[in-house]
Nanobody, 127 residues
Framework: QVQLVESGGGSVQAGGSLTLSCTASGHMNNPLYMGWFRQAPGKKREGVAS???????TYADSVKGRFTISRDSAANTLYLQLNSLEPEDTAMYYC?????????????????????WGQGTQVTVSS
């Protein structure tokens, strides 16, 4: 079993920055295929960024050039740097991991590919 715990959310003004962290613990092989997702009230959960075990990154078009995903494997921690935040970025942000058979090929930004989730951290951006 793997546990994911997010932190770093908060309230900022438009144009501001935040750094989200996700610490993984439990029985797992490193590095994991991981991603960040977000869900605003009344909207579907959407993929924001993903990071493969070989450090291939994928970003949603809406965040390209503003958000950066990275990891510290030694600390079992995934990060999401959020810059130039906009009110439209307001959402609950979730960290997720893919832990399936070695032949499984995840779709980078599809929530259905991920089978372990954190509890989320709220990001609120005011105009």
């Amino acid at each position: 079993q793997v546990q994911l715990v997010e932190s770093g959310g908060g309230s900022v003004q438009a144009g501001g920055s935040l750094t989200l962290s996700c610490t993984a613990s439990g029985h797992m092989n490193n590095p994991l295929y991981m991603g960040w997702f977000r869900q605003a009230p009344g909207k579907k959960r959407e993929g924001v960024a993903s990071l493969s075990p070989r450090d291939t990154t994928t970003y949603a078009d809406s965040v390209k050039g503003r958000f950066t995903i990275s990891r510290d494997s030694a600390a079992n921690t995934l990060y999401l740097q959020l810059n130039s935040l906009e009110p439209e970025d307001t959402a609950m942000y979730y960290c997720a991991a893919v832990i399936r058979g070695s032949s499984y090929i995840p779709t980078p930004l599809s929530p259905t590919s991920y089978n372990f989730w954190g509890q989320g951290t709220q990001v609120t951006v005011s105009s």
